[in-house]
Each structure stands twice: as structure tokens, then as C-alpha cells.
């Protein structure tokens, strides 16, 4: 099994920046993708960001220039910084991991269904 327990979220201001942090717990030598996802009041959950081990990168056109994911293997820790924040990117993130990493041609899919590991979520509030 792995935990995952997301931290960093808040309330900011558009224009502003904000840094979640992801801590992976338990059997994580079996995880090959780690990824972050979000869902609005109303809305499906939708793929942010997602990182294989070799630190391959995949971002949803939405976020693209402005969030960037990363990982500290040493640390188990999954980060996404969120710049240029927009009142759209309001939303419950989440934090998820499986032991597989899915490719449509050479980039990492963002689909829900493709991580089997799950945090509880972070809210990230964005005021105009």
C-alpha cells in the first residue's frame, strides 16, 4: 500500500503562486508515475500534471507555463508549484501515484483512471 498526504493549499490572490507538497509513504518503490489532479465544485476531476521516474513530464494545456511538477525521490515527496494563479484554477487537488506509468505515444497520460493511489486533497482558492 502507499499513503499520500497533500499539504500547501490556501487562498491567494489572482496573479499569485502557491507550492503543494505531496509525502509518499509506505510501499513506494513500487510507484512509477506520481501525478496531481484537481476537481471544482460541479466539475469531473481532471489530470494537472503527472512525472514518471525518469522524470518524464506531462501538463494539461490549462496549466502549461505556469505550474511546474517535480519530485525529490531522497524525500518521497511530490511538489507543484502552482504561478500566475487564476481564479478557473480554484479546485480540490489531489495527489495520486500508481506502480505504472501510461504513455499515449511519448507523453504520460492524465487520466483518473490510471492511478490506483490517493490522497485526501488540498483546497487552493483563487480571489480576482
Known amino acids: 500500500q502507499v499513503q499520500l498526504v497533500e499539504s500547501g493549499g490556501g487562498s491567494v490572490q489572482s496573479g499569485g503562486s502557491l507550492r503543494l507538497s505531496c509525502a509518499a509513504s509506505?510501499?513506494?518503490?513500487?510507484?512509477?508515475?506520481m501525478g496531481w489532479f484537481r476537481q471544482a465544485p460541479g466539475k469531473e476531476r481532471e489530470g494537472v500534471a503527472a512525472?514518471?521516474?525518469?522524470?518524464?513530464?506531462s501538463y494539461a494545456d490549462s496549466v502549461k507555463g505556469r505550474f511546474t511538477i517535480s519530485q525529490d525521490n531522497a524525500k518521497n515527496t511530490l511538489y507543484l508549484q502552482m504561478n500566475s494563479l487564476k481564479p478557473e484554477d480554484t479546485a480540490m487537488y489531489y495527489c495520486?501515484?500508481?506502480?505504472?506509468?501510461?504513455?499515449?505515444?511519448?507523453?504520460?497520460?492524465?487520466?483518473?483512471?490510471?492511478?490506483?493511489?490517493w490522497g485526501q486533497g488540498t483546497q487552493v482558492t483563487v480571489s480576482s
Open positions: 495520486a501515484a500508481d506502480r505504472a506509468a501510461y504513455y499515449s505515444g511519448a507523453s504520460l497520460r492524465l487520466s483518473p483512471g490510471d492511478f490506483g493511489y
Open positions: 509506505g510501499y513506494t518503490y513500487s510507484i512509477s508515475c
Open positions: 512525472i514518471d521516474p525518469d522524470g518524464t513530464t
